[in-house]
Nanobody, 124 residues
């Protein structure tokens, strides 16, 4: 039920960096585990990263570990995804999502609210 809006996508060179932001509406942002997912053409939507409600724990898919960092600023109702050392295979539409649960989950159907997505394109 929370409204989410992503921004920060665009075209970037391989090896470069990009920072995505997701701003949430409402007054209960800190109650949600926040996640980032991505979907490339012809591919299933896949889990990228998640962060617990106060930022104490983070989780990443193996292919982005050491390159991506998820963070949040509850005072600003915002979650971020810092992406470094980008590869062409990172190209996708990136979505932020909110899960009103104390248990971190990686399945997309576990999340209650979704943003509209922002396109990230990494050129060779």
């Amino acid at each position: 039920q929370v409204q989410l809006v992503e921004s920060g996508g665009g075209l970037v060179q391989a090896g470069g960096s990009q920072r995505l932001s997701c701003v949430a509406s409402g007054r209960t942002f800190s109650s949600y585990t926040m996640g980032w997912f991505r979907q490339a053409p012809g591919k299933e939507r896949e889990f990228v990263a998640a962060i617990t409600r106060y930022g104490g724990s983070t989780y990443y898919r193996d292919s982005v570990k050491g390159r991506f960092t998820i963070s949040r600023d509850n005072a600003k109702n915002t979650v971020y995804l810092q992406m470094n050392s980008l590869k062409p295979e990172d190209s996708a539409v990136y979505y932020c999502a909110a899960d009103n649960s104390r248990v971190v989950r990686t399945a997309s159907d576990a999340y209650d609210s979704w943003g509209q997505g922002t396109q990230v394109t990494v050129s060779s």
